[in-house]
Antibody, heavy 128, light 108 residues
């Protein structure tokens, strides 16, 4: 069973860069026979879910336009990991950050994309 | 940007049916997925492609999607179903994933 585990600092200073890594276990991140993307999603304390972006094993990315200019998502197939960098963070970036596998299919002529497995999440606080 | 709106809260008695709506412009033209999140846990997928249940999800979870509204229905609601529920879709026109605002289901 595929597993995902987030890792990275739990505290980041304002204006600095948040860096997180998600390690994928028991499956190859380069599963080219399946249409899987690898995604980052966050949840501020007491609030809802916000999609940050998704990356394919080839490096192709889709990003939330509200964060796009501050976010880089990349994949390292040799380590079976994908990463998130968020620049110039502020207190409003304080959240639990989840990594997830995102299935992409086409059915009945429609695009289907959904997050079938999630990591446990890691709390990142932005504070001086 | 595309928005999905859910009621903040739904209350249901044990054994009764809970219906959670998710509204968006012409949402019926997209596939919708639903996630259950209990306090302190990561979300789990309970429905995808409007009506399909992943392995291990009880049959009491069902869904529909038409017009501007998708609905998650929990039949014979149990205390263990008390959680936050989020809908989600992929906006093809903009290539974004979008989550709904979330609904807290309370089993009284």
């Amino acid at each position: 069973q595929l597993q995902l585990q987030e890792s990275g600092p739990g505290l980041v200073k304002p204006s600095e860069t948040l860096s997180l890594t998600c390690t994928v276990s028991h499956a190859s991140i380069s599963r080219s026979n399946d249409n899987y993307y690898w995604a980052w999603i966050r949840q501020p304390p007491g609030k809802g879910l916000e999609w940050i972006g998704s990356v394919y094993y080839s490096g192709k990315t889709y990003n939330n336009p509200s964060l796009k200019s501050r976010v880089t998502i990349s994949v390292d197939t040799s380590k079976n990991q994908f990463s998130l960098k968020m620049f110039s963070v502020t207190a409003s970036d304080t959240a639990v950050y989840f990594c997830a596998s995102e299935r992409s299919d086409t059915a009945q002529g429609l695009v289907s994309r959904y997050f079938d497995l999630w990591g446990r999440g890691t709390l990142v606080s932005v504070s001086s | 940007s595309y928005e999905l709106t859910q009621p903040p809260s739904v209350s249901v008695s044990p054994g009764q049916t809970a219906s959670i709506t998710c509204s968006g412009d012409e949402l019926g033209d997209y596939f919708v997925s639903w996630y259950q999140q209990k306090p302190g846990q990561s979300p789990i997928l309970v429905l995808y492609e409007d009506i399909k249940r992943p392995s291990g999800i009880p049959e009491r979870f069902s869904g529909s999607n038409s017009g501007n509204t998708a609905t998650l229905t929990i039949s014979g609601t149990q205390a263990m179903d008390e959680a936050d529920y989020y809908c989600q879709t992929w906006d093809t026109s903009t290539a974004w994933d979008v989550f709904g605002t979330g609904t807290r289901v309370t089993v009284l």
